[in-house]
Antibody, heavy 119, light 104 residues
Framework: QVQVVQSGAEVKRPGASVKVSCKVS????????MHWVRQAPGKGLEWMGG????????SYAQKFQGRVTMTEETSGDTAYMQLSSLRSEDTAVYYC????????????WGQGTQVTVSS | DVQMTQSPSSLSASVGDRVTITCRAS??????LNWYQHKPGKAPKVLIY???SLQSGVPSRFSGSGSGTDFTFTISSLQPEDFATYYC??????FGQGTKVEIK
């Protein structure tokens, strides 16, 4: 059984960067497709990006290109999402989720990380 | 980028009702379409993958259909635990804006 545990809540100033981690157990990260999704207060789920096994590359949603970087440390089965130039609209709960290579659905999710951007 | 448009954005229904949600893609996505349930304070949960396949462990009252650009998600008999927000998602990509299912 795959388990996904995220790092704790963060409070950041506008213009700063945040790096959220996501530790996977029960499976090897290199065999999974990790994705990041966020939900701002009162808003819906928003896909930020993730690894697409069909082309072997990380794809980012156009909205976040240039501001987000997703990386993986396969030795420690940990994925990271760094978002830079933070603004108040980036206040949200950030989730990581693993993609099933057969179903192409996000099936195992972390518990969510609250990121608050405030001066 | 593909855009996913869900309707309605919210609905009120009673226990036992049949509930239907639609999702339209801005271009042909085949059957690369998944449906999720999201409750406040919890992580989302996949219910349907590949447009019509039921995720393991998910009750059979949930179903999905469609291909190309038009998709439908149905709860055949709404249960108290089904009150939540439901999202469609193009596989490994954009989500619809969500449909909140509330108690009538």
């Amino acid at each position: 059984q795959v388990q996904v545990v995220q790092s704790g809540a963060e409070v950041k100033r506008p213009g700063a960067s945040v790096k959220v981690s996501c530790k996977v157990s029960g499976h090897t990260l290199s065999e999974l497709s990790m994705h990041w999704v966020r939900q701002a207060p009162g808003k819906g789920l928003e896909w930020m990006g993730g690894y697409d096994p069909e082309d072997g590359e990380i794809s980012y949603a156009q909205k976040f290109q240039g501001r987000v970087t997703m990386t993986e440390e396969t030795s420690g089965d940990t994925a990271y999402m760094q978002l830079s130039s933070l603004r108040s609209e980036d206040t949200a709960v950030y989730y990581c989720a693993t993609g099933d290579p057969v179903t192409a659905a996000l099936d195992y999710w972390g518990q969510g990380t609250q990121v608050t951007v405030s001066s | 980028d593909v855009q996913m448009t869900q309707s309605p954005s919210s609905l009120s229904a009673s226990v036992g009702d049949r509930v239907t949600i639609t999702c339209r893609a801005s271009q042909n996505i085949g059957t690369y379409l998944n449906w999720y349930q999201h409750k406040p304070g919890k992580a989302p949960k996949v219910l349907i993958y590949s447009a019509s396949s039921l995720q393991s462990g998910v009750p059979s009252r949930f179903s999905g259909s469609g291909s190309g650009t038009d998709f439908t998600f149905t709860i055949s008999s709404l249960q108290p635990e089904d009150f939540a927000t439901y999202y469609c998602q193009q596989s490994y990509s954009v989500f619809g804006q969500g449909t909140k299912v509330e108690i009538k």
